[in-house]
């Protein structure tokens, strides 16, 4: 529930890996690359995020004795290695793009610099953190654009994966444009707008739906009442009703429409609230939502926002992107793959984005050396273990970079509906030279055994 993570949130293969390379004496820099193989079929792009949690994880990463304690019962780990994981201190660097940065496939999200084993230890925690909060980024962008400008309400935090998924489900929302969240933690913990009134349990609390809407207005006045407890209609006539009631004391800001006909029920609303002289008061829609629904809805309704939960809290379509984190050079030397459709692209890595005419046209994924046309992606965020002094950067800042980011990409590739072409990724000539060298020597080694 907080943004550290204990040092024993790793695979155990990665600690048997370092008790290894301490064996072995291969403590050299290495460098691994963060990126994802495919774009998922319906998804054009994803928005990278999380990249604050793995800066403040690695800053404080620490073995504690009771760590230490569990490790040696295990009977896996050497006097030598426990030893040095007491004394473990991560001493790399980080490159990455900024967090709302729109990214695609095989594009590095971000690359880390370390000795060997300290890079190959830190693997789960990385990917865990970047996986989770750009696919659920990636998923609210896509709700965003389709709400084409109206509010977006996280309504998910009940069926998420667990407390810290709900926490920094929030928090990647907010930078890819949702307005606020029903989670209270999330918005101490964050910063973030908070948002919600009443469930249908205040409702049926009460022996009558009209005294319900007349307490709860009573005590929060700007409310919006949650109408279709028992007949959405009728719901929305008890709001009239209280409207004549209370006169000029009425401030009612919407009626939110949670089952049924969403479109059909939301027109009707409308009518019977504009016929009673209550155009102020805003209709909002719950209730199974994800992108498509709310565009049809956005075609069809006069539906003034939207409360979005487990479709957006899980990316239910979508739960999982094929990220990974792969050994790209060690001692100064390239590594790859020849795995099929598993490609490594060796070396650390830049991304160039071109844009021409306001829009974004290819990406270039080039040597990290490389001064090739287009802006640079990938920044240094953290060198000898420490994260770079620079401004304070906000999560409204990384909202405000993501729309201006998103923007730029075309239009096809920001829709909802899987774009006809790709958005075109390159790789350098020299990149590909160098991929191609690595390759046959790999092969002319295989072949001379």
Do not use: W
């Amino acid at each position: 529930m907080t943004t550290d993570a204990p040092a024993l949130f790793t695979d155990l293969y990665e600690l048997k890996m370092l008790e290894a390379y301490l064996q072995e004496g291969m403590t050299a820099e290495a460098v691994f690359t963060l990126f994802v193989r495919r774009l998922p079929p319906q998804r054009n792009y994803l928005l990278a995020c999380g990249l604050e949690m793995v800066l403040d994880y690695l800053e404080d990463l620490r073995f504690d004795e009771a760590d230490i304690a569990y490790l040696d019962s295990l009977g896996h780990f050497s006097t030598r290695c426990l030893e040095a994981l007491r004394t473990l201190r991560f001493e790399g660097e980080v490159r990455a793009v900024p967090e709302g940065t729109p990214v695609f496939a095989n594009e590095p999200i971000l690359e880390v610099r370390a000795p060997l084993p300290q890079a190959q230890l830190v693997e789960t925690f990385v990917m865990n953190q970047i996986h989770l909060q750009t696919l659920l980024a990636s998923k609210a962008a896509r709700v965003v654009t389709a709400a084409q400008g109206r509010v977006v309400v996280d309504f998910g935090a009940r069926r998420m994966h667990g407390v810290d998924a709900a926490l920094k489900a929030a928090r990647a929302f907010h930078i890819a444009g949702v307005t606020s969240t029903s989670n209270v933690l999330a918005g101490r913990v964050y910063g973030l707008p908070v948002a919600g009134t009443m469930a249908h349990s205040y409702v049926q609390a009460h022996d009558d739906e009209s005294e319900a809407f007349r307490a709860f207005a009573n005590v929060f006045p700007d409310t919006t009442m949650l109408v279709d407890t028992y007949d959405t209609l009728d719901g929305v006539r008890r709001v009239i009703e209280l409207s004549r009631e209370l006169g000029e004391r009425f401030r009612i800001a919407a009626v939110r429409l949670d089952s049924g006909d969403l479109a059909q029920l939301a027109r009707e609303s409308r009518a019977l609230l504009d016929e009673a002289g209550l155009q102020r008061v805003q209709i909002f829609a719950s209730g199974g939502l994800d992108e498509h629904v709310i565009a049809d809805l956005v075609r069809e309704a006069p539906i003034d926002a939207f409360g979005v939960g487990t479709s957006m809290g899980v990316s239910a379509d979508k739960p999982d992107l094929d990220i990974v984190y792969k050994l790209a050079e060690y001692a100064g030397k390239g590594r790859l793959k020849l795995s099929a459709d598993k490609p490594v692209l060796p070396g650390a890595k830049q991304v160039f984005r071109i844009v021409e005419g306001g829009r974004a046209v290819r990406d270039v994924i080039a040597g990290a050396d490389e001064q090739l046309p287009g802006r640079p992606l990938l920044e240094l965020v953290m060198r000898n273990g420490s994260t770079l002094p620079r401004p304070r950067v906000t999560l409204d800042a990384h909202r405000r970079y993501a729309q201006q980011e998103l923007a730029l990409l075309p239009d096809a590739i920001r829709s909802i509906e899987p774009a006809r072409e790709p958005y075109p990724v390159e790789i350098s000539a020299a990149l590909a030279e160098h991929q191609r060298s690595l390759t046959a020597r790999i092969e002319a080694a295989a072949a001379s055994r």
